[in-house]
């Protein structure tokens, strides 16, 4: 299989904080991991691209500073969304895809809700 | 501008009905996928087709790839209240996904 989790799957935070989110692929390496972003009834944004080891890729308009991603193993990366305000309320996605493949696994997703 | 076209963007259909939707691009993609997602969760990959003319089948869903592999389609026979859900399609484009705007699908009991 190629099972990906999500860490946690809901978070309510206050205006102002850091939120951290996890991104595991629990049965396989996963040389590239991917963070979307989701509006109700819309389709998936591309947020960042992160490999294994190297900066991650930002799609335009989408602030690096502001979302932070780490992807220190081949099994786990991270997206820190600093100094949330309620307009970061969103569905946040991640996948992750095996090296030399272009098929991506998709987590369950984790809501985020600022207040 | 959308890179992949999708239609219709919502769909409301009794069970027992047949029913189609279109992925269409200007742009070659070297695969395209097709995921159904439900809410609150994340997409779940249906399937993938890689060679242009190709058709899949997955019991009541038939998936076709375009010859020119630039647009795809899928169609459901027989839709199940169970069928509900947001259905995308996705190209590939180098390790990136471009998706579609997605199909909200609500079958009717």
């Known amino acids: 299989g190629a099972v990906v989790s999500q860490h946690p799957s809901r978070v309510i935070c206050k205006s102002g904080t850091s939120v951290k989110i996890e991104c595991r692929s629990l049965d396989f390496q996963a040389t590239t991991m991917f963070w979307y972003r989701q509006f109700p009834k819309q389709s998936l944004m591309l947020m960042a691209t992160?490999?294994?080891?190297?900066?991650?890729?930002?799609e335009q308009g989408v602030e690096k500073d502001k979302f932070l991603i780490n992807h220190a193993s081949l099994t786990l990366s991270t997206l820190t969304v600093t100094s949330a305000h309620p307009e970061d309320s969103s569905f946040y996605i991640c996948?992750?895809?095996?090296?030399?493949?272009?098929?991506?696994?998709f987590g369950p997703g984790t809501r985020l809700t600022v207040t | 501008t959308q890179l992949l076209e999708q239609s219709p963007q919502f769909l409301s259909i009794q069970e027992g009905e047949n029913l189609t939707v279109y992925c269409n691009s200007s742009s070659v993609f070297s695969s395209l996928q097709w995921y159904r997602q439900e809410p609150g969760e994340g997409p779940v990959l249906l399937v993938t087709v890689v060679t242009g003319g190709e058709v899949k089948k997955l019991k009541r869903l038939t998936f076709q790839f375009g010859d020119a592999r630039k647009d795809s389609s899928l169609h459901i026979t027989a839709a199940q209240p169970g069928d509900t859900g947001l259905y995308l399609c996705a190209g590939a484009r180098g390790n990136k996904l471009v998706f579609g705007a997605g199909t909200i699908l609500r079958v009717k009991s």
């Open positions: 992160s490999n294994e080891g190297s900066k991650a890729t930002y």
């Open positions: 996948s992750a895809s095996r090296d030399g493949t272009y098929e991506q696994y």
